[in-house]
C-alpha cells in the first residue's frame, strides 16, 4: 500500500465515508459545535486549504510520501473519490480528485497573479486549477515549495472572513503552489465512472 495520508477539512457534512478509507486520515474541524470530536479543531474561517495549509505546515519536515487533500464531502466534486484514493498506485506525483480548469477571466487572472507575486509564489502561465483543490500530492512535490511560502499563505487568510477573494486565488494556486500546474490536463472527467 502506498504510504499516503488523507487530510480533510471538516465543517458539517457527514463523514459516515471516511470508513471506507484504506488509507489513515487526519480531521481538521471548524466547527465549534464539534469541538473535540476529531483530530484538530481550527477556527473557521477561509476555505478547506486552510486545513491543507496548517497541515503542510506543521508536517513539512515528516509528511508521509503521498498528501490527499479533501473536503468533508468530497463526492460534490469527485464522484469515485474513494475508488481514486484507494486505488491510487503512487506511480505519478499527483491525481486531480475533481474538474481541472485554466483560470482564463482576465480580471480573475490578473488578481491571481498579483497574489502569486505577494506571496512569493512562482508561476506560468495558464494557471489551472482543481475544484476545490482536491488532489493527492507527493510529498516531493509539496516540498518543492519552501515552507516560507507556505507560511506567507497562511498569514494572508482574513481570518475574520470565511469567504473572501484570497480564499479563492489559494484555490486556483493550489497546483502551482504544489507544482504540478505545468503537467497538469484540463478534464471535466476526472472523477468519472
Same mark, same amino acid.
Given at each position: ?6 487530510? #480533510?477539512?471538516? $465543517?458539517?457534512? &457527514? ?16 466547527? *465549534? =459545535? ?5 483530530? @484538530?479543531?481550527? *477556527?473557521?474561517? /477561509? %476555505? ?20 490527499? @487533500?479533501?473536503?468533508?464531502? *468530497? $463526492? %460534490?466534486?469527485?464522484?469515485? %473519490? ?5 486505488? $491510487? &498506485?503512487?506511480?505519478?506525483? @499527483?491525481? !486531480?480528485? /475533481? ?10 487572472? =490578473? ?11 512562482? $508561476?506560468?502561465? !495558464? #494557471?489551472? %486549477? ?44 493550489? *497546483?502551482?503552489?504544489?507544482? @504540478?500546474? &505545468? ?11
Amino acid at each position: 500500500m502506498v504510504d499516503l495520508v488523507v487530510v #480533510i477539512c471538516h $465543517f458539517k457534512e &457527514d463523514l459516515g465515508w471516511i470508513d471506507q478509507l484504506k488509507n489513515p486520515y487526519v480531521i481538521y474541524n471548524k466547527n *465549534p =459545535k464539534n469541538e473535540g470530536e476529531y483530530d @484538530f479543531n481550527i *477556527p473557521n474561517y /477561509g %476555505f478547506d486549504t486552510v486545513a491543507y495549509v496548517k497541515y503542510i505546515i506543521d508536517n513539512y519536515d515528516n509528511l508521509p510520501n503521498y498528501v490527499c @487533500f479533501s473536503q468533508d464531502n *468530497p $463526492f %460534490f466534486h469527485c464522484e469515485e %473519490f474513494l475508488n481514486k484514493v484507494n486505488g $491510487f &498506485d503512487g506511480l505519478s506525483e @499527483f491525481c !486531480p480528485l /475533481g474538474k481541472t480548469y485554466e483560470r482564463d477571466n482576465e480580471y480573475v487572472l =490578473k488578481q491571481t497573479i498579483d497574489y502569486a507575486k505577494k506571496i512569493g509564489i512562482e $508561476f506560468e502561465e !495558464p #494557471i489551472k %486549477f482543481i475544484n476545490s483543490a482536491q488532489c493527492i500530492v507527493s510529498s516531493k512535490l509539496i516540498r518543492s515549495t519552501s515552507i516560507d511560502v507556505y507560511k506567507n499563505i497562511m498569514n494572508s487568510y482574513d481570518k475574520n472572513s470565511i469567504i473572501n477573494q484570497t480564499n479563492y486565488l489559494i484555490e486556483y494556486l493550489w *497546483p502551482t503552489i504544489m507544482n @504540478f500546474n &505545468d503537467k497538469l490536463e484540463l478534464s471535466l472527467n476526472n472523477c468519472r465512472k
